[in-house]
């Protein structure tokens, strides 16, 4: 859930599947743009095998839906980094009211030590569209030691945006656009010692 520029945006999004299904998670600010339904849809169903009992990172959170929809389809634990501090306060209050005990950072995404917080199972990385650069959070999460061997990145972008260079043993499992996004799960090979 990035923010971006005003946009068109719905009143709230609705969790699809799982223990907090038909909850519903308003969208407090203009500069946030929810994961489409059926695009939240999608993606879980690509990762519905690797859910149970994962270790989540969703960064730039936004409403947290992405992590919430993980939680409540059973991920072991997600932890939320967002900087903007109304929608951290949204987010803590949605997390309380759904019984979600996660950890949430109000930080930066760009300058967080995730390999003190992870490692990390699934990443959500859903960036605002203009910026920053989806490559450089890849190399990013690549370099913190926090993803575990064989992380999944769930990437999403504008429908416009070429899928990003990825690190060295780094592979697309699946690709898809619907209306003005395009959004990728890619896989992480370890490397040998990890």
């Given at each position: 859930?990035?923010k ?27 500069s946030?743009r ?27 959170a ?20 967002e ?9 803590e ?21 995730y ?17 920053p650069?989806?490559?450089n959070l ?22 416009k ?5 990825l690190?060295a ?26």
């Amino acid at each position: 859930m990035a923010k971006t520029g005003k946009t068109e945006r719905p009143a709230a999004v609705r969790i699809i599947a799982g223990i907090a299904r038909g909850r519903r998670i308003p969208v407090g600010s203009d500069s946030i743009r929810p994961t489409p339904d059926r695009v939240r849809e999608t993606a879980f169903n690509w990762l519905q095998a690797d859910l149970p009992d994962a270790t989540c990172l969703d960064m730039f959170a936004g409403t947290g839906a992405l992590g919430i929809e993980a939680w409540s389809r059973g991920a072991g634990s997600v932890t939320f980094v967002e900087n903007d501090p109304q929608a951290v306060r949204l987010l803590e209050a949605r997390l309380e009211e759904f019984g979600v005990s996660a950890k949430v950072h109000r930080a930066d995404a760009l300058q967080l030590h995730y390999g003190h917080l992870g490692p990390f199972d699934i990443v959500f990385l859903d960036p605002p569209f203009q910026g920053p650069d989806i490559a450089n959070l890849c190399t990013l999460l690549e370099g913190s030691g926090g993803l575990s061997a064989s992380a999944l990145i769930y990437m999403e972008m504008h429908h416009k945006t070429r899928l990003p260079e990825l690190p060295a043993g780094w592979t697309v499992k699946r690709e898809q656009t619907a209306g003005k996004v395009r959004f990728a799960l890619a896989e992480r090979a370890g490397l040998s010692g990890e």
